[in-house]
C-alpha cells in the first residue's frame, strides 16, 4: 500500500509564498497522475492543481499563475509552489496520487487510489 505524507503547511500573510510536499513510500508518482486538492470549512473539496506521469500539468482558474505544482520521481515527492497567497486560500491542502485519468477526467476526485492526510494553509494578516 501506497502512504502519501503532505508538509509545509503554515501561517502565511497576504501575498506570501509556501511550498507544500507530498512524499510517497514507492514510485507511484512516475506511473499515475498525481493531484493537490484544498477543502475549507464547509466546502467541497476542489482540485488544485494536476501533473501526468508524462509531466503535463493543469490547474484551477482560481490558482492559475500563483501556483505550480512539479514532480522529483527519484526523491518519490511532488511539489506545490505556492505564491502570492490570497485570503481565499486558506484550506487544508491534500496530496492524491495513484489517478487513472486523462485530461479533465483527473478534476475527479474517485479517480485517486491513495490520499494523505492533509497539511492546513492559512492566509491572514
Known amino acids: 500500500q501506497v502512504r502519501l505524507v503532505e508538509s509545509g503547511g503554515g501561517l502565511v500573510q497576504p501575498g506570501g509564498s509556501l511550498r507544500l510536499s507530498c512524499a510517497a513510500s514507492?514510485?507511484?508518482?512516475?506511473?499515475?497522475?498525481t493531484g493537490w486538492y484544498r477543502q475549507a470549512p464547509g466546502k467541497q473539496r476542489d482540485l488544485v492543481a494536476v501533473?501526468?506521469?508524462?509531466?503535463?500539468?493543469n490547474y484551477a482558474d482560481a490558482v492559475k499563475g500563483r501556483f505550480t505544482i512539479s514532480r522529483d520521481n527519484a526523491n518519490n515527492t511532488v511539489y506545490l509552489q505556492m505564491n502570492s497567497l490570497k485570503p481565499e486560500d486558506t484550506a487544508g491542502y491534500y496530496c492524491?496520487?495513484?489517478?487513472?485519468?486523462?485530461?479533465?477526467?483527473?478534476?475527479?476526485?474517485?479517480?485517486?487510489?491513495?490520499w494523505g492526510q492533509g497539511t492546513q494553509v492559512t492566509v491572514s494578516s
Open positions: 514507492g514510485s507511484i508518482f512516475s506511473i499515475y497522475t
Open positions: 501533473i501526468t506521469s508524462g509531466g503535463t500539468t
Open positions: 492524491a496520487a495513484g489517478g487513472d485519468c486523462s485530461g479533465s477526467g483527473c478534476y475527479d476526485a474517485t479517480k485517486y487510489a491513495y
